[in-house]
């Protein structure tokens, strides 16, 4: 089993629509989980932290369920810039050294059309 | 403040051939991952470093592969004898501190390409 699974699409939505992508991950000593996004033969730029209370921004809303080991990226009013892959990264912490980590899902690609 | 810089952007090599890439930390940035992106595939840490230290190699192909983050200079991720399957993105990571909780920031990435 992957240690981040992510449903890699593709998803083709129009503008104005609601998307949302799922996440599971495996390991429940997960500590820290995020939404990086990365647009074609770029570098992954953060989107957002998640938290366990869920966390907003503007149109982006996060949530994060422990006992589920499941996180998930809702996107309202989708825009054409939103048009991108979908990271989820959790870090691990094992204890010792490990916590530096980033695991990557295999990302959620996103086309938004007008 | 800039970002974190890496460089070269691109780098071209024949198999056989050393490669060396370097990373500079975001300002005020003393941790620092290598992550590497294969074609088609989702990005796999390999390394991360402190100044003079690694901390965590747990990711790094046991031959050709070394790292280091001197006191002075950027961090360097060096390939000997580079093979084909060794083409890919890799991108430099720093944070403030080392602890799970803090964001990573990502440079532009070195595209290596093996001939």
């Known amino acids: 089993r992957k240690e981040v699974e992510q449903d890699p699409g593709p998803f083709n939505v129009p503008e104005g629509a609601t998307v949302a992508f799922n996440c599971t991950y495996s390991?429940?000593?997960?500590?820290?989980f995020f939404w990086y996004r990365q647009d074609c033969r770029k570098e992954p730029k953060l989107l957002m932290s998640?938290?366990?209370s869920g966390n907003e921004d503007g149109r982006f809303t996060a949530q994060l369920n422990r006992a589920s080991q499941y996180i998930s990226l809702l996107i309202r009013d989708s825009k054409l810039s939103d048009s991108a892959t979908y990271l989820c990264?959790?870090?691990?912490?094992?204890?010792?050294?490990?916590?530096?980590?980033?695991?990557f899902g295999q990302g959620t690609i996103l086309t938004v059309h007008p | 403040n800039a970002g974190v810089m890496q460089n070269p952007r691109h780098l071209v090599r024949r198999r056989g051939q050393e490669a060396r890439l370097r990373c500079s930390p975001m300002?005020?940035?003393?941790?620092v991952y290598w992550y590497r992106q294969l074609p088609e595939e989702g990005l796999k840490f390999m390394v991360y470093?402190?100044?003079?230290?690694?901390?965590?190699e747990s990711g790094m192909p046991k031959e050709r592969f070394s790292a280091e983050f001197p006191k002075e200079g950027p961090s360097i991720l060096r390939i000997q004898q580079v093979v084909r399957g060794d083409s890919a993105a890799y991108f430099c990571?720093?944070?403030?501190?080392?602890?799970?909780?803090?964001?990573?920031?990502f440079g532009p990435g070195t595209r290596l390409t093996v001939t």
């Open positions: 998640v938290y366990s």
């Open positions: 990264v959790v870090n691990v912490n094992a204890g010792g050294t490990s916590y530096g980590k980033l695991t």
């Open positions: 990571a720093s944070s403030p501190f080392g602890q799970e909780f803090y964001e990573q920031y």
């Open positions: 470093l402190q100044k003079e230290n690694i901390i965590d």
């Open positions: 300002k005020g940035h003393s941790h």
């Open positions: 390991n429940s000593a997960s500590q820290s």
